[in-house]
Structures are given as C-alpha cells and as structure tokens.
C-alpha cells in the first residue's frame, strides 16, 4: 500500500521553518512558507508575518511578489483592495 503525504498547515510551514534557521539570511524557506499558505488555502490574516521575513531578506524577491499576487487575488485569499494596498505599499518603498 503506497501512502500519500498530504500537507497540513502546522507540517509545512514548521518544515520552512526549520529551513529557515538553518539558513536565516536566505529568504527562500519563508517564499516556501508563502506558498504554502497559498497552497493550503490559509486566511490572508496569516501573510503579514511571512511577508515581513521575506521583505527583511529579500524585499524585491520577485517569487514572493508573484506568490503573494496570487494569494491576495480575489480568485483566492484577496480582494481588489488588497491587490492595490500591495501595490501602493511597494511603490511607497520603491519611490518613496
């Protein structure tokens, strides 16, 4: 009998998080953790936290924009206005 993993919340993202103390200037393991918020179908109250690591290592890591595109779209965990708060915050930051 071949058993399937099936991610749960608490599994993967303690996964990135193990990855991302071995490893705590590489923002990679908290673009993982994004993605599996997004994958998990995670309330959109749980990114600030992730987003925060990603954008203190990295803040124009190009996967987590479009990770983050993604989760907060209407078609998934956003709105209309959370697209556009996303995008003012990063205009803010880049011309600011």
Same mark, same amino acid.
Not at 62 to 81: C, D, F, I, K, V
């Given at each position: 009998? +071949? @058993?399937?993993?099936? =991610?749960? @919340? @608490?599994g993967?993202?303690?996964?990135? @998080? +193990?990855?991302a103390?071995?490893? =705590?200037a590489? *923002?990679t ?5 994004? &993605? ?6 995670q =309330?959109?109250s749980?990114?600030s =936290? +992730?987003?925060?690591?990603i954008? &203190?290592?990295?803040p124009?890591?190009?996967?987590a ?8 779209? *209407? ?6 206005a &959370?697209?556009?708060d996303l ?5 803010a +930051?880049?011309?600011?």
């Amino acid at each position: 009998m +071949v @058993r399937h993993w099936q =991610p749960t @919340r @608490r599994g993967a993202l303690a996964l990135c @998080r +193990v990855a991302a103390a071995a490893r =705590p200037a590489d *923002p990679t393991p908290w673009v993982g953790a994004l &993605a599996a918020l997004r994958l998990l179908g995670q =309330p959109s109250s749980e990114l600030s =936290p +992730v987003w925060q690591e990603i954008h &203190a290592r990295h803040p124009w890591r190009r996967e987590a924009h479009l990770q983050t595109l993604g989760y907060l779209s *209407p078609e998934e965990q956003g709105s209309q206005a &959370a697209l556009r708060d996303l995008l003012d915050d990063a205009i803010a +930051v880049r011309w600011g």
